[in-house]
């Protein structure tokens, strides 16, 4: 299911440098939430539609960058 997520969501992105309005700020933060995007969005399809015992998706998400100068940054409260 990730694979159909992330397949879809980075389409849009191509789609939306293509038409030059894609807003992308250059900041590991933005890369952090986009790496968890599908993550979630699959988590909310399992949620809300596959049959409970089923899920296959769950539990904490994790993210974690690390900027050229060695710096790590975390959203989802990792210790660097």
């Not at 389409?11 to 293509?18: L, T």
């Not at 995007?37 to 690390?66: A, T």
Request: one cysteine or more; hydrophobic letters at 35%; glycine letters at 8%.
């Amino acid at each position: 299911m990730f694979n159909a997520a992330i397949s879809g969501i980075l389409s849009m992105f191509n789609i939306s440098r293509e038409r030059k309005v894609l807003d992308l700020p250059e900041e590991p933060a933005t890369f952090r939430k986009i790496a968890l995007w599908p993550i979630d969005q699959v988590c909310k399809v399992q949620e809300n539609f596959v049959i409970e015992g089923y899920r296959l998706v769950g539990g904490k998400r994790h993210n974690i960058s690390i900027t050229p100068q060695g710096e790590y940054e975390s959203d989802t409260g990792d210790n660097c």
